[in-house]
């Protein structure tokens, strides 16, 4: 067990599964010689080869197609979108085709793809640099949508998502790639569609994922300091969606608040809510509450973009009025 | 080299069986029978030439919703076709989820494409690329109408498969509209052969209705692919005989004229003269293969009539690899 950063947890999971399975190979903008926009893959071009870390033309949708072409020929391609926002010029292929080729030709073949991007806001990147679109991707039957919040999860989901035979969407954070944690070494596997007690408390339910686990820890860290002790779920996985701890969590505490980095309408939140309601409809004391991003688009300037993400402060106003 | 009479005979027999499937496909939408069809008539010869070009089952075909007659060069059956075209169980594509014409062929490694067109080009890319890292001696053919190479998609995949010299062969077949749209308004070029040298692959254009020529120039391009002298771009030209499909209505973008002069280029009938004047078929001879289509023809349709609907659980998989049985 060591210390590690997400960067460090990311680019072990891929340097020990490339180790391990000779059809491993990585594909996409400056993953090669540049060692990738957020330097994940720094040094796997000298030590894999071009071969295996190929870097592509600025051509998304033939980063995707081509990579499901190769996941069908036998490879197992972890593709790199730079970042999530132009996973949008690849969107015909993520879900007209990767996420419908198990069903569409009755499992003839398995796509055995992982699309590493990277997603969020906080960097002062603009508004098509910076958002959180995951819900989108976890509206499609067939794809599978990670999320890690923190470095040993990084390690442990990447390393699943790469020996799964599904097409998963594995968004990291652009803000999370600097925080440390204790990371296992060599061969750990988080599996994919749990999620996770990250956090006990008794009086409330905190569920969250991603970058937001951070900011909902923050905040429990000072509602303790007034006796509030919240319980944070870490879904940690879109879809498949394991509600089962926030099921359980929710029936302890009867109160809970959603915290997602993403536009509130029609997301994470709306998802978790509705099925706590469906679930847990009995246990219910107060009604659910959502932290969410303001319904803009990102702006540049750093107060204004500040102001439009959610801020530990907006979680602690949520938790205390549902209590 | 002078190609073999049995290689001649196989290749009409393949030309002659999809037409006749074909033809029928069309009364059986007329009757009411299925609810959708999109033909091939036209293009059998291209699509023959080049599926005989390949080393079949062993090579990889990314194909487009016309290709019948190249699929059923492949291996796929008159009764798998009809299958598909009622939605009946065991229609080896999709097993009937999918539009009948969406081929796939996982035992001769064609794979499906989906609806919006120009993706396969880019699969096939990815299956070069794959075939190119696991030092395979293989070949990919992909497929695509005039209409589609405007498509960005389908820039990336032939820019892509050039500069990584992929063993990809991009076939056009040009039959002169893409629904409605005659090519003028698809490109500025005469020939999408012509887009090639702006993306840095060898293109050349081939008279589509002649089925030896494109099986000669596409085996020589496949076996240079196959031993890794890189991608090239072939457009096949011929003639759409019939509408788009069984929902388009083409009288009313083009005259009747002009589709009876065309068919005086009809690749099946260009052939069959072919074969009677090299002494390899009598008219005789030529009858009784008809006779002997149309029959597997009218054979297959009962098989497929007789078959059962797919069973209402199977709705609910594989949406995912677990789900997908011995994945």
Redesign the interface.
């Known amino acids: 067990m060591a210390k590690i950063t997400m960067r460090q947890a990311i680019s072990q999971a891929l340097w020990e599964e490339m180790e391990r399975d000779p059809k491993v ?1 990585i ?1 996409g903008q400056e993953v090669g010689v540049w060692g990738g926009t957020y330097a994940v893959t720094k040094g796997f071009y000298d030590h894999f080869g071009a ?2 870390v ?1 870097d ?2 600025i ?1 998304e ?2 980063i995707i ?11 197992r ?1 972890v593709a790199e979108l730079m970042t999530i926002n132009f996973a949008f010029s690849a969107m ?2 993520i879900v ?2 990767s996420a ?13 793809l992982v699309i590493r991007t990277v997603g969020g806001g906080g960097r002062q990147l603009g508004a098509t640099h910076s958002q959180t679109p995951d819900a989108i991707f976890a509206h499609f ?2 794809l ?1 949508v990670v999320a890690p919040g923190t470095p040993a999860d990084a390690k442990g989901l990447l390393k699943a998502a790469i020996r ?3 097409p998963i969407m594995f968004i990291e954070h652009a803000t999370l790639y600097q925080i440390r944690g204790e990371v296992p070494d060599g061969d750990y596997i988080v599996p994919i569609g749990k999620s996770t007690v990250q956090r006990s408390g008794d009086h409330v339910t905190i569920v969250t994922y991603s970058k937001m686990l951070e900011l909902s820890l923050k905040a429990a860290e000072q509602l303790a300091k007034d006796g509030i002790e919240a319980e944070i779920v870490d879904l940690r996985t879109l879809r498949p969606l394991d509600m089962e701890p926030v099921i359980e969590s929710f029936k302890k505490t009867n109160r809970a608040v959603i915290v997602e980095e993403g536009w509130k309408s029609f997301g994470v939140g709306a998802e978790i809510s509705a099925q706590i309601y469906e679930h847990a409809f009995d246990y219910v004391d107060a009604p659910i509450k959502r932290v969410a991003q303001k319904e803009v688009p990102l702006p540049y300037n750093r107060n204004l973009e500040q102001m439009a993400l959610p801020q530990v402060e907006d979680i602690i106003k949520a938790v205390k009025e549902v209590l | 080299m002078e190609l073999s009479s049995e290689l001649k005979k196989e290749m009409y027999w393949m030309m002659l069986l999809s037409r006749r499937l074909d033809e029928r496909a069309w009364v059986l939408h007329r009757q009411g029978k299925i609810a959708f069809h999109i033909s091939g008539i036209g293009h059998e010869a291209a699509q023959v030439g080049a599926a005989f070009a390949l080393k079949r089952g062993h090579d ?1 075909v ?1 194909p487009y919703y016309r290709d019948l007659a190249l699929m059923v060069s492949l291996g796929l059956t008159p009764e798998e076709f009809m299958l598909s075209l009622m939605g009946k169980a065991g229609e ?4 009937s ?2 539009m009948p014409s ?1 081929f ?3 035992r001769v490694n064609a ?2 494409h ?3 067109v120009a ?1 396969q080009a ?13 030092k395979e001696k293989k070949v990919v053919l992909t497929t695509i109408g005039e209409g589609s190479t405007s498509q ?2 389908w820039y ?2 032939v ?2 498969a050039a ?2 010299q992929l063993p990809v062969i991009f076939l056009v077949q040009n039959n002169q509209y893409a629904i409605s749209v005659p090519p003028e308004m698809q490109m500025a070029v005469k020939s999408a052969a012509d887009k090639a040298c702006g993306l840095g692959l060898p293109g050349q254009m081939i008279d589509g209705t002649d089925v030896i020529a494109v099986y000669e120039i596409i085996s020589e391009l496949a076996e240079a692919a196959r031993n890794g002298k890189g991608p090239a771009l072939v457009e096949a030209k011929m003639y759409r005989i019939t509408p788009h499909s069984s929902d388009d209505d083409d009288r009313t973008y083009r005259s009747r004229e002009e589709v009876e002069e065309n068919k005086k280029f009809d690749p099946l009938l260009l052939t069959k003269a072919r074969l009677i004047d090299e002494g390899i078929y009598t008219e005789k001879d030529l009858e009784d293969l008809d006779k002997k289509a149309k029959q597997m023809v009218t054979d297959a349709v009962k098989t497929a009539e007789e078959a059962p609907y797919p069973a209402a659980e199977e709705a609910a ?9 011995n ?1």
């Open positions: 190979f594909l071969d295996r190929r592509t033309p051509s949708a033939a197609g081509s990579a499901i072409g190769a996941a069908i020929a036998g490879t391609p015909d292929h007209n085709q419908k080729m198990h069903y569409m030709f009755n499992g003839q073949m398995v796509l055995p039957p067939g599978k799964s035979n599904d | 990889w990314t080896p594509s999709s097993g989820r999918q969406h796939g062929l996982r794979v499906s989906s609806a919006p993706t880019v699969h096939a890319a990815g299956i070069g690329l794959a075939i190119k890292i696991k960005g998609e990336e995949a820019n892509w500069v990584h998989y594989p949406v995912y690899a677990e789900e997908v049985p994945a």
